[in-house]
């Protein structure tokens, strides 16, 4: 196969360079990916980022819906660190329990949904930057690497549509 080259700014290298060292992929995998070219086997692809690039996650239109994918699709793979997770918060505002009445409990004006699949509970009524925390800290207690927080916390919100364009 003949490679070809093509010049980009030095941000989106770095981007690049960033994305290919957290999925643990080469430049040229994460482009594939990002492109939906099919590069090897379907294991090849990192599944978190499978998923977030998957037409399933792209369609759901709001924050609090990809919100809620991504915390059950990390509740059903990662089932005990994401168990450990909500266990140890620490009291006052959480904004995952494993009850309604958890949360009702804390603060009766909180909207919180059911995480599709899992028993547990997420607070859905924060603002962008917080849900983006938030789920920083759970993919970061997972033990994802900061590229790849990064990556998918950038389908939370406004930056979404930034993201989006790439794929």
């Not at 329990?97 to 599709?116: D, K, M, P, W």
């Not at 970061?140 to 919100?157: A, L, N, P, T």
């Amino acid at each position: 196969m003949r490679m070809k080259t093509t010049d980009v700014s030095d941000e989106v290298f770095e981007a690049l360079e960033g994305l290919a060292k957290g999925f643990n992929r080469s430049p040229d995998d994460v482009l594939a990916m990002l492109l939906r070219i099919p590069v090897g086997s379907p294991e090849s692809t990192d599944p978190l980022a499978a998923f977030v690039l998957s037409a399933e996650f792209r369609m759901k239109e709001h924050d609090a819906d990809r919100y809620l994918a991504l915390l059950g699709w990390l509740a059903v793979r990662h089932r005990s660190e994401f168990d450990e997770f909500i266990r140890g918060l620490s009291t006052g505002r959480k904004f995952l329990t494993l009850s309604r009445e958890e949360i009702v409990e804390r603060c009766r004006h909180n909207q919180a949904r059911q995480i599709e699949g899992t028993p547990y509970w997420a607070i859905l009524n924060l603002d962008t930057p917080t849900k983006r925390r938030f789920l920083a800290r759970v993919l970061d207690f997972i033990g994802y690497r900061s590229e790849v927080i990064e990556f998918v916390c950038g389908f939370i919100g406004p930056r979404r549509a930034a993201v989006a364009s790439l794929i």
